[in-house]
């Protein structure tokens, strides 16, 4: 998998002990920042939690195994407009530095939480044409229960747009995610918030989002 990625200044870890790119380890969590987006709702969103976030884009472009998937809507069959890879809570992940990000997750929110986070979902957005409309991850018990999902942004910025089910004027919430961003979706979101990854026609980057959950949500 080929991509093009002009990295973050900002995020430069130097040469491993081989003259390779080192890879980083995930930050602290303790600067998280939570917004109240109301009926239960709310987000936590750290910048740069993963430091090397860019070595790790091209890590994850070149090994994970992409699969191009195509869905039903309405009388067609269509492409869906990213590239995807699922890893069960039995699945080894792709890399070590991801490993270490879910247990950190796990540990820091344990006690609302009350459960780790076990599976994780890749989306490979090549550029401005991928896309992912207004959803919430409502499949299983997400449906019915507050639950969390934590996505760690590798890659070029990508703004991320959450909205009340349903719509409302004037109450989206923009966040641009991409370079190790975190942001964690918790409370009631899945239920009565919806998110999306809208196309853009400004020159961008590619991004993976790597969206952490616990038993049972997707």
């Not at 076990?118 to 449906?143: N, Q």
């Amino acid at each position: 998998m080929r991509a093009h990625l002009q990295g973050s200044l900002f995020d430069q870890t130097g040469p491993d002990e081989t003259g390779g790119i080192r890879l980083g380890r995930p930050g602290a969590l303790g600067g998280m920042r939570r917004t109240i987006l109301g009926a239960g709702a709310w987000i936590d969103v750290l910048p740069g939690w993963l430091h090397g976030a860019d070595a790790l884009f091209t890590r994850l472009a070149a090994d994970v195994p992409w699969r191009a998937e195509r869905r039903q809507m309405y009388e067609n069959t269509v492409d869906v407009p990213r590239l995807l890879c699922f890893y069960g809570a039995e699945d080894p992940l792709p890399h070590p530095v991801l490993t270490e990000a879910r247990t950190a997750l796990s540990a820091h929110y344990r006690d609302e939480l009350r459960e780790p986070f076990t599976t994780a979902g890749l989306c490979y957005y090549r550029d401005g044409r991928d896309s992912v409309a207004w959803h919430g991850d409502r499949i299983g018990r997400g449906d019915r229960e507050d639950t969390m999902v934590a996505i760690l942004s590798v890659g070029a910025p990508r703004d991320l747009l959450l909205r009340p089910r349903g719509g409302g004027a004037g109450s989206t919430v923009r966040r641009p995610l991409g370079h190790g961003d975190l942001i964690v979706m918790g409370g009631s979101c899945q239920r009565t918030w919806e998110h999306a990854i809208p196309k853009t026609t400004r020159a961008t980057g590619p991004r993976i989002s790597i969206q952490f959950r616990p038993h049972g949500v997707r």
